[in-house]
Nanobody, 119 residues
Framework: QVQLVESGGGLVQAGGSLRLSCSAS??????????MGWYRQAPGKQRELVAQITSGGLTHYADFVNGRFTISRGNARNTVYLQMNSLKPDDTAVYYC???????????WGQGTQVTVSS
């Protein structure tokens, strides 16, 4: 069973920066990570993709990112980071780490970390 653990959320003023981290671990035999990414969910809204990076290093960003965020992987490939700059109040949400695991690209979710951007 794969687990994702996030860290790095918090409260920041508009225009500030935060860096989110997510590490994957598993009990039992090894696992393959096809892609890792970040989603977010604001109150009353649906969960939406923020950014994703594949095992081959390809990245994809939501349009609203507009060059402000950067997704990257750690050397061990089981860690993913989201560097968020020029944060806006609209970025306030719970940010969830997502992993697409194994041959079936099974979705695995972290517990979420709160990001609050004050105006």
């Amino acid at each position: 069973q794969v687990q994702l653990v996030e860290s790095g959320g918090g409260l920041v003023q508009a225009g500030g920066s935060l860096r989110l981290s997510c590490s994957a671990s598993a009990s039992g035999s090894g696992f393959s990570i096809n892609a890792m990414g970040w989603y977010r969910q604001a109150p009353g809204k649906q969960r939406e993709l923020v950014a994703q990076i594949t095992s081959g290093g390809l990245t994809h960003y939501a349009d609203f990112v507009n060059g402000r965020f950067t997704i990257s992987r750690g050397n061990a490939r089981n860690t993913v980071y989201l560097q968020m700059n020029s944060l806006k109040p609209d970025d306030t949400a719970v940010y969830y780490c997502n992993g697409k695991i194994g041959a079936g690209w099974t979705n695995v979710w972290g517990q979420g970390t709160q990001v609050t951007v004050s105006s």
